[in-house]
């Protein structure tokens, strides 16, 4: 557009870059914010969370976690919506250790994981075997006034069975069913 005597508004970055993102182009939605950046305007918290978001899909950490950094050296406070999809991102990738890091920095600067990203966790030390883990978490949860929705209960009654405790999986069957889920 430059070559053309076309300056670009931040409605034609929006509008690249939500294109970009809805077909995968991942490096190049990250481009155009740069290009935006570069033009004098900054980016919404919300692109910067929807490219977090898509390369934690895809597997890239890395990339995930170096646009969290360029959020804060913009200035941007962490977002718990960026930092759960960076949480959650290292769980599939089975990196639990890095995953528990994150979410162990995200609880000391006070933001709240999401419900999914507990359940994501959750789900992992299931299948690790690890109920106490999962059942720590759900602690931690209830700590942070999180509640358990129905596929966290899911996740941990499995869990509980898969491990041979049926009567707490019971109750925590009951205390879902009086909870309404």
Known sequence: ???FAVIPNVDTYNA???GLIRTGALDKAHYVLQALLESGSVPTNKQYITLINGMCRV???KGA???QDELKTLGVSPHNIAMSAIV???AHSRKIEHAIWVLDLMLEMQIIPTVATFTTLMHIYCKEANVAKALELRRIMEHCHVKLDI???SVLISGLCANGDIQAAF???EEMKQRDL
Request: without cysteine; positive net charge.
């Open 16 to 18: 690249l870059f939500n």
């Open 88 to 90: 959650r991102g290292l």
């Open 59 to 61: 597997g890239n950490i």
């Open 1 to 3: 557009m430059n070559q």
């Open 151 to 153: 596929v966290a209960y």
């Open 171 to 173: 109750k925590l069957y």
């Open 65 to 67: 976690l170096k646009l």
